[in-house]
């Protein structure tokens, strides 16, 4: 596991812990809500995941998460992990650029069922066509 020294990098190192620790954990990864994720610590989570044969639960809900962030996550969805079908980014600050990031990342993913984004007050109407083109 990689050397954690910034509070957000903690915070990954312990959720990648209880992942690797528990049953529960490997399966639904809840504990990452309300964390102050730095875009370094989702790609820490998103490597330890990538390989993942278990999780179906990823929340993510209430973190400020910036636009490479979301590109990690659209690396997680468009790659080797088939499990994930649960995904929470309620209020992460979601840009327009990043919905569209997002978007892209799940034309090509079979396996994700739920996608929660309320409360993403970034996302304007520019997003609409993206989001009708998604749910299609």
């Known amino acids: 596991m990689a ?22 954990c490997r399966k639904k990864l809840t ?9 370094e610590s989702v790609k820490m989570l998103v490597d330890e995941l990538e390989q993942n044969k278990t999780l179906t639960q990823l929340q993510l ?7 490479k962030s979301v590109q990690y ?4 969805l468009t790659g080797k992990n088939t499990t994930l079908i649960c995904l929470g980014l309620d209020e992460i600050d979601l840009t327009d650029k990043g919905a569209q990031i997002l978007f892209n990342a799940l ?7 739920t996608l929660y984004l309320a409360n993403n007050k970034l996302i304007t109407d520019a997003s609409i ?3 009708i083109q998604m749910i299609q």
């Open 129 to 131: 066509d993206s989001f």
């Open 3 to 24: 050397e954690c020294v910034e509070n957000a990098s903690v915070i990954i190192c312990f959720l990648i812990q209880a992942y690797q620790n528990s049953e529960n």
């Open 107 to 113: 034309r090509t993913n079979s396996s994700l069922k």
């Open 73 to 76: 996550l659209a690396q997680l």
């Open 61 to 67: 809900h209430t973190n400020h998460l910036d636009d």
């Open 31 to 39: 504990y990452a809500k309300h964390n102050d994720l730095t875009s």
